[in-house]
């Protein structure tokens, strides 16, 4: 069955040079940057739709995630059936990233791109109603669902609830990039800013939090 | 495959482009500090000072050599740095300050102690980025 699914990522900044070089020095200075990468070049999906395929494999210790156990064989594409659930699991990590660091940092709006690409589910595993459920989406611990993807090694797919989005709507969890469609559906820009336990949400759409607060994560 | 756009960019011209850019990331995460950017890069103070004396930076683009990789790896962290961070106070915080993803130490500690500690703040930042739903 055709579904929709929306993912938030942080685009590059292309202005970062751009007091400093030339357009051709700065081109210089990108095919350098993007050269030195080590990608996996999965095929001709738009760039934000195979980004998170290109990690190298087997999965790092550091990179591990909910159904990305270390040493893992595959890369993820973590998605959601719904913009609001999208944002409340990147406004987590986005909170989680600025207080592992030490450093105070100021209320800045920073942008970030929200997007909708068409997605098979015929052969997902929907673990929604699966008994072991509260264990797969503990907020912290990722070793029950971490075993269940090692169990599986094979699933294209997975739609689970969310530990971060207080109505538990949908997450995708897509290992398949030929699961997805090529071409993303729609593309907006939307900012975040810090404050305290509390992500606040810039955005056109009438759908998203305008704020999101995590304090058990402090 | 070179880009139409820098094909006809000379080695001086990409030596110029990256002193620029280089200068601008000591300015930024060292505070303008020769010293401290020739220790994270594990190149010798006296050429980076050279460097900064001639607006070049004296490393053969063609060739790729190790210490033109650690420059491309820092760059590429600063880029991360600059998508991440709209504010160019925080990410010179973020880079100065211990972090609990990495290590308990500071990013720019990391880049200190060597090629691996470089990697590691270039792949995190990548992750970093790419984490989504």
């Avoid at chain 1, 200075?29 to 080590?38: M, Q």
């Avoid at chain 1, 064989?73 to 987590?92: G, I, K, Q, W």
């Avoid at chain 1, 699966?130 to 912290?140: A, I, Q, S, T």
């Avoid at chain 2, 139409?4 to 850019?21: G, M, P, T, W, Y």
Wanted: charged content about 25%; aromatic content about 12%; hydrophobic content about 35%.
């Amino acid at each position: 069955m055709p579904e929709i699914v929306w993912r938030v990522y942080t685009p590059t900044n292309l202005q970062y040079a751009a007091d400093t070089l030339s357009a051709d020095e700065f081109d210089f200075l990108e095919s350098e940057i993007n050269r030195s990468k080590t990608s996996r070049s999965v095929g001709t999906w738009d760039m934000w739709i195979k980004s998170p395929f290109d990690f190298p494999l087997p999965v790092a210790a550091n990179y591990s995630a909910r159904f990305l156990p270390s040493g893992f064989h595959r890369n993820a594409f973590y998605s959601a059936l719904s913009p609001p659930t999208s944002v409340f699991e990147t406004a987590y990590h986005h909170l989680q990233m600025r207080k592992a660091s030490r450093a105070e940092f100021s209320f800045r709006w920073e942008e970030r791109r929200i997007f909708s690409v068409g997605f098979d589910a015929h052969d997902a595993a929907d673990l929604r109603q699966d008994p072991e459920v509260r264990r797969l989406m503990d907020g912290k611990d990722y070793s029950a669902s971490q075993h269940w993807a090692r169990d599986h090694p094979d699933v294209p797919s997975i739609l689970y609830p969310s530990a971060r989005d207080p109505q538990e709507r949908t997450c995708v969890c897509i290992y398949e990039i030929s699961r997805l469609d090529k071409k993303s559906l729609s593309h907006e820009t939307i900012a975040y800013a810090m404050q305290g336990d509390s992500i606040f949400v810039r955005s056109d759409r009438d759908d998203l939090p305008w704020s999101v607060s995590f304090p058990e994560e402090a | 495959m070179e880009q139409a756009l820098h094909k006809n960019l000379s080695v001086e011209d990409k030596q110029r482009a990256l002193f620029k850019i280089l200068s601008k990331v000591c300015h930024e995460l060292f505070d303008g500090t020769q010293k401290r950017l020739a220790s994270c890069l594990h190149i010798d103070a006296s050429t980076v000072s050279r460097w900064y004396k001639d607006g070049l930076c004296k490393l053969n683009p063609d060739n790729r050599g190790n210490d033109y990789q650690v420059i491309i790896h820092l760059l590429a962290i600063y880029r991360s740095l600059a998508s991440i961070f709209a504010n160019p106070a925080d990410r010179k915080a973020w880079f100065q300050s211990a972090n609990l993803h990495l290590r308990g130490e500071s990013p720019e500690s990391l880049l200190e102690s060597g090629i691996d500690g470089l990697l590691l703040v270039r792949q995190y930042l990548d992750f970093v980025r790419g984490q989504g739903a």
